[in-house]
């Protein structure tokens, strides 16, 4: 059998169910008819038309040769629509913010989530967005001013020499802070102080990290200055901190002191 030829330049798509061309309508039931009769449909293009899903009468599904083809096409791009359809109706949801269901999405930009647009629990795409904004919300900030650990006290005896050392550490915080300010307590008005700060790192050792020098306690102007602070970054990356403090004059028989130091965030 010799089909007609199709004057493909006469053919356009529309966004229906349909491809439609610009002269004469041909229906499914005349298509068939010149195709099982071999006659010409009379037009230089083509319209098909598909109207609602095949009932089995117009097309029937799994006829033979060419009909049951163009009902399966019938049937197929029937439901490519609808997915079209749904399609657009979700994306007339989103643009217009109204809310499809647990299943689709809502997001709201221009306020903070009050648990209904974004709610943490809820599911699909919604829920993580809800989750990831409760984590937000709770994350702590970098200025707690939260002391970490307990203070270090360390006691220097009498006459003990010069550079003996004493140390304290103090554990990974459960959140590490960019930032931290840690204070030292001098009471001694004999002896400076020097800090050492050591990251505790896996195979490697005591990485030094920050030297401090901590004056010895005096009067400045009126003012009785015996504690000092100093900001410091870059600890708690590898392990535990480790503080090493030594005196840098030796003391006399009378001289003995204890010096306190404390850990922030900032």
Partial sequence: MTLPLINQAGMKATTGRRVKEDSTVVNIADLLEAVAGNTDPGVAGLKVEFGTPA????????????????????????????DVADLTEDIADISTNTDPGTDGLKVDFGTSPTGESLSAGATGLRGV??????????????????????????????????????????????????????????????????????TVEATLGDCLSETFVVPAAATVTGTAISAHEFLVGGIFCGGALKLVVSNNTVLGAADGFTTTLRLREV
């Fill in 129 to 198: 967005l809800g989750d990831i904004l409760a984590a937000v919300q709770t994350a702590p900030t970098d200025t707690s001013g939260t002391q970490v650990g307990d203070d270090a006290a360390l006691a220097f005896a009498h006459e003990a020499g010069a550079d003996t050392q004493k140390t304290a550490s103090i554990a990974v915080p459960a959140i590490v802070a960019e930032a931290y300010k840690l204070a030292v307590h001098n009471p001694s008005a004999v002896t400076a102080l020097t800090v050492k700060l050591f």
């Fill in 55 to 82: 009932t089995g009468s117009e097309l029937p599904a799994g006829a033979a040769g060419v009909v049951g083809e163009l009902s399966a096409l019938r049937i197929a791009v029937a439901d490519l629509a609808e």
